[in-house]
């Protein structure tokens, strides 16, 4: 060192104690200390003995304002110059130093775990260390169940993505989990593991979902519940016919039960309507009661679904009828969604005085069924020439077909795959597996 603290000469100050060191102003110890501050008061006599008071609770002694000047009407800077009481014992300081010069940590971690990591990091390696970050990609979820529960996801109630996948048979659609979808498809997967860095990879937009709603006109209402002439009435557009085909069960189908057998011989030739209480149904099924407690319209989406894919198997006129009596200045409305239709009540009708009014209209020329658990209705109906149907009743019909259709499926599956050797004579194919083998040049 040099200058004025220059300890090297034999004539400074002995009195040095590296147990009690202080600040070095004058002279060795004396503990001197210049301190400049800005507060928010006035500059005048006030302010000044504030600063001096709060220099004191620092620790210094004979406090000396030494400059002041307004930065504005508020504000005042000081500059203060005293002694200080406390001391720092030097020798009891014991530092942990780093003997390498560089350390190099990698590893990967969760996003959502290494928020405000590098505070930490720069806190334990004392400001030396430095931190790269780069993503990684998708991994497993180390607390997938606590994540889970936060969301609130239910996968059921999200009708745009749902779970599983919809297979075709018969023209009716039913749904298979994910984790039964290979034993279902007619073709194999080609998403094969190995190298993603030699996998070309295409992003595709796709288009979203959305359900498929008509809203039909005051004739073609009519037409729903009035299929077969009116003998009370002459209606010049003549009537309105929908004949499904006839289906062949083959042997061994759920519809080869005794009862299933009488119900079709006594309905053929007629039309056959269905007509569902929709709420009656939702509240009555375990599944849509637990789903309609936290979304009702997805409930009703799911419900509305179903059916479409039982009347695909079923091929009869199928009509869903929702309450919505209570809605003020509601003209009442009649959608088709896919294959069957949906109707909403008008004011101050219920779906029960629908059902009957609908059921009057057509049952003497049709096949009429009516699926609800009440059971005032069901006698109703039932005196009007209709077949009742109780909820857990639908929902075992409903079952049925799905079983039907997944067995239908599954007994057909074959293998699919065409190969050349399949369609040879037997010495064509030896000398063409051969050749392939390279015993026999072509």
Not at 337 to 342: E, M, T
Request: charged letters at 30%; glycine letters at 8%; a negative charge.
């Amino acid at each position: 060192m040099s200058g004025l603290y220059n300890m090297s000469k034999a004539d400074f100050d002995t009195t040095l104690d590296l147990t009690k060191i202080k600040p070095y102003g004058d002279t060795m110890n004396d503990g001197k200390m210049q301190l400049s501050f800005t507060l928010p008061i006035k500059d005048d006599e006030r302010g000044e003995e504030a600063a001096r008071q709060l220099c004191k609770l620092m620790g210094l002694e004979d406090v000396n304002v030494a400059h002041h000047h307004a930065l504005d009407t508020e504000f005042t800077f000081y500059v203060c110059y005293g002694s200080c009481v406390h001391t720092v014992n030097y020798t009891d300081i014991h530092v942990q130093t780093v003997e390498e010069e560089t350390t190099v940590l990698t590893g990967s971690a969760p996003v959502s775990l290494m928020r405000g990591y590098q505070k930490e990091f720069t806190a334990y390696t004392g400001g030396r260390g430095r931190m790269a970050v780069s993503l990684k990609g998708y991994d497993i979820c180390h607390n997938q169940e606590e994540v889970l529960a936060a969301s609130t996801y239910d996968s059921e109630a999200d009708l745009a993505n749902p779970t599983g996948s919809v297979f075709c048979a018969h023209g009716a659609g039913f749904v298979v989990d994910w984790d039964e979808v290979e034993e279902y498809m007619h073709m194999e997967h080609t998403l094969e593991s190995g190298n993603d860095d030699e996998m070309d990879v295409m992003e595709v937009t796709l288009p979203k979902r959305r359900h498929s709603s008509i809203e039909l006109t005051q004739e073609e209402l009519d037409a729903i519940y009035v299929r077969t002439p009116d003998p009370k009435k002459d209606r010049s557009t003549g009537p309105v016919t929908v004949r499904a085909k006839e289906k062949t069960r083959e042997p061994g189908s759920a519809y080869q039960d005794p009862k299933w057998e009488a119900r079709r011989r006594a309905k053929a030739g007629t039309e056959e309507y269905l007509l569902v209480d929709g709420y009656n149904i939702i509240f009555s099924w375990e599944e849509l009661k637990e789903l309609s407690e936290r979304d009702i319209g997805a409930a009703r989406g799911k419900l509305a679904d179903i059916l479409s894919n039982y009347q695909g198997f079923r091929k009869c006129t199928l009509i869903l009828v929702y309450d919505a009596y209570k809605v003020e200045g509601n003209p009442g409305e009649v959608m088709k969604y896919h294959n069957i239709y949906i109707v909403y009540t008008k004011e101050a009708e219920t779906a029960d005085q629908y059902i009957e009014k609908t059921v009057r209209r057509i049952a003497k020329n049709a096949d009429v069924t009516v699926a609800t658990s009440d059971g005032l209705e069901q006698v109703i109906i039932m005196g009007q020439g209709a077949h009742r149907m109780s909820a857990p009743g639908l929902k075992e019909e409903v079952e049925l077909a799905l079983k039907e259709l997944r067995g239908e499926h599954l007994g057909r599956q074959v293998n699919l795959k065409n190969y050349l050797l399949d369609y040879l004579d037997e010495e064509t194919a030896k000398q063409m597996e051969e050749i392939r083998l390279g015993k026999e040049k072509c």
